[in-house]
């Protein structure tokens, strides 16, 4: 059974910095690209950053890029995403999801596993 079990949240003032990690576990995670969305109150679960299991491809989302970066650890089946010049609007749950497969999927109906969920807060 997979598990993904995601660490690192909490809060932080505007423009500091956070790391979430990802840890995978329940099979071999080989050909599986690993990804993280992110949800506020109210709204819809969206794309953040995506990165192949080679981790020679990343993909983000528009608002996060230039801020966060993605990366993993294929030995540790460990994701990271690591937050710099954090704003308010970060502020969500953010989850890291998996599925087989070799594209940078940006959609979460894409993936099939995921985890619980971290929350990030941004505020003074």
């Known amino acids: 059974q997979v598990q993904l079990v995601e660490s690192g949240g909490g809060l932080v003032q505007p423009g500091g910095s956070l790391r979430l990690s990802c840890a995978a576990s329940?099979?071999?995670?080989?050909?599986?690209?690993m990804g993280w969305f992110r949800q506020a109150p109210g709204k819809e679960r969206e794309f953040v950053a995506a990165i192949t299991w080679s981790g020679g491809l990343t993909y983000y989302e528009d608002s996060v890029k230039g801020r966060f970066t993605i990366s993993r650890d294929n030995a540790k089946n460990t994701v990271f995403l690591q937050m710099n010049s954090l704003k308010p609007e970060d502020t969500a749950v953010y989850y890291c999801a998996t599925r087989r497969g070799i594209a940078l999927y940006t959609t979460h109906l894409s993936y099939e596993y995921w985890g619980q969920g971290t929350q990030v807060t941004v505020s003074s």
């Open positions: 329940g099979r071999t995670f080989s050909g599986y690209t």
